[in-house]
């Protein structure tokens, strides 16, 4: 079955201190990767992709992502936490060709100051 | 970036009743819209897929008359919740896509509707 986990529900961090959200996959063929965050009363943001090429994505806000297609892995991580960064974060894959997009279960992100 | 709204953000109403959320795309068209619904430490789930002008493509297990969606223009999708009862509480979602090519193509979020039936 095509899944998409996200083993840890929470991840608490110390501001400037890296960051990594985990996101592993079970898909066939090529999906497309993507990472979104998701603040109180608002809708989600994307933050990156990885359709092809280099393995190491950057995104929004200082965030950037490794494709690992051996280990199926898509961690989502930030050289420094920022307070700010605290929201839910979910992992998704989109089938190459296609509209359907899964979405892991979630992962809260804690700051601390 | 482009900006999907729904409304109501919120809203409580008996079971029994119909409640009708309406998700619009504010500065794009949106061939493609979404429809997820969340549960609490819960992934999105997608309910069904709709395309302007044409019928929804429901996921399996999603009851199609209960859950009416309607497409009629490139920045309205609605979604019915007919005859409502609490199981059908939940956080609604929407989402609309933009027309990129087959792999540029991005998706934008509503902010949600939190629906409960009392």
């Known amino acids: 079955a095509q899944s998409v986990a996200q083993p840890e529900d929470q991840v608490n961090v110390a501001e400037g201190n890296p960051l990594t959200v985990k996101c592993t996959y079970s898909?066939?063929?090529?999906?497309?990767l993507f990472w979104y965050v998701q603040y109180p009363n608002r809708g989600l943001q994307f933050l990156l992709k990885?359709?092809?090429?280099?393995?190491l994505v950057k995104g929004s806000y200082g965030f950037e992502a490794e494709f690992n297609k051996s280990q199926t892995s898509f961690h989502l991580k930030k050289p420094s936490a920022l307070v700010s960064d605290s929201a839910l974060y979910f992992c998704?894959?989109?089938?190459?060709?296609?509209?359907?997009?899964?979405f892991g279960a979630g992962t809260r992100l804690f700051v601390k100051a | 970036g482009a900006v999907v709204s729904q409304h109501p953000s919120w809203v409580i109403c008996k079971s029994g009743t119909s409640v009708k959320i309406e998700c619009r795309s504010l500065?794009?068209?949106?061939?493609?819209m979404f429809w997820y619904r969340q549960f609490p430490k819960q992934s999105l789930m997608l309910m069904a897929t709709?395309?302007?002008?044409?019928?929804?493509?429901?996921e399996q297990g999603v009851e199609k008359d209960k859950f009416l969606i309607n497409h009629a223009s490139l920045t309205l999708s609605t979604l019915t919740v007919t005859s409502a009862h609490p199981e059908d509480s939940s956080f609604y979602i929407c989402?609309?896509?933009?027309?990129?090519?087959?792999?540029?193509?991005?998706?934008?979020f509503g902010p949600g509707t939190r629906l409960t039936v009392l």
């Open positions: 709709s395309n302007e002008g044409s019928k929804a493509t429901y």
């Open positions: 998704a894959v989109r089938f190459s060709g296609g509209f359907k997009t899964i």
């Open positions: 990885y359709i092809t090429g280099d393995n």
């Open positions: 500065d794009f068209q949106a061939t493609t």
């Open positions: 989402s609309a896509r933009d027309q990129g090519t087959s792999t540029e193509w991005r998706q934008f």
């Open positions: 898909v066939s063929g090529n999906p497309y």
